[in-house]
């Protein structure tokens, strides 16, 4: 989806460093998320905000933060990165009706070394 | 535990046949399922969805199935195409209000000419 744009596409990175993952939208949503993909694992979420004032855990937020700059703008950070963060994540919006769709965008592939 | 699954991880079909795709879900307090579509590179892409008010919803060539009684959606693809090829996930919410969508592990869909 071109509305929601995550940079960068690809990065590998050795265990340790700091990285972080820019997702913005044009969508005019005020929700978004932040999920990851892992093979046979299906896609598993672990931030979302609601708002520019609004943080709240997913199911897996171990190891991650993630800082909502504006309302078109999440960023997810990995204060220091290991192996088993290699995965291939997605930011997604929706807007703020009850049973509104999640919007992907195309991802980013992260690779720890 | 609840949980989203897919019955079989890859499905083969002939171009020009229907497909189903089929999916069970463990939470009986689910109200609302998605259908998304992953091709290789891309963030899933939004199908159909349906409330937990109904039992069938068509789109384009698409047709959702809910069936609450024994917990079950399965996704039809008319006159499938060679462009339907791709991963196909299920996604339940039963937090309502808070897009926080659980994601079945994903069926291959694969089209033979």
């Known amino acids: 989806d071109a509305d929601v744009t995550q940079t960068p596409r690809n990065r590998i990175t050795k265990t340790g460093k700091r990285i972080m993952l820019e997702c913005s939208q044009t969508k005019g949503h005020d929700r978004m998320y932040w999920y990851r993909q892992d093979p046979g694992l299906g896609l598993r979420l672990i931030y979302y905000s609601f708002d520019v004032k609004d943080i709240n855990k997913g199911e897996i937020s171990d190891g991650y933060s993630v800082s909502r700059q504006a309302q078109a703008k999440f960023s997810l950070s990995l204060e220091s990165a290991i192996p088993n963060q290699t995965a291939l994540y997605f930011c997604a919006t929706s807007a703020g009706q009850r049973n509104s769709p999640l919007h992907f965008g195309n991802g980013t592939r992260l690779t720890v070394t | 535990g609840e949980s989203v699954g897919l019955h079989l991880p890859t499905l083969s079909v002939q171009e020009g046949d229907n497909s189903i795709i089929n999916c069970a879900y463990s939470?009986?307090?689910?109200?609302?399922f998605i259908w998304y579509k992953q091709e290789s590179g891309k963030g899933p892409q939004f199908i159909i969805d349906i409330r937990s008010n109904m039992d069938k919803r068509q789109g384009q060539r698409v047709t959702v199935l809910l069936n609450k009684t024994v917990k079950h959606l399965s996704l039809q693809i008319a006159a499938t195409q060679p462009g339907d090829s791709a991963v196909y996930f299920c996604?339940?919410?039963?937090?309502?209000?808070?897009?926080?969508?659980?994601f079945g592990q994903g069926t291959t869909l694969q089209v033979k000419p």
């Open positions: 996604a339940e919410t039963f937090s309502s209000n808070t897009g926080k969508l659980i």
């Open positions: 939470n009986s307090a689910s109200d609302y």
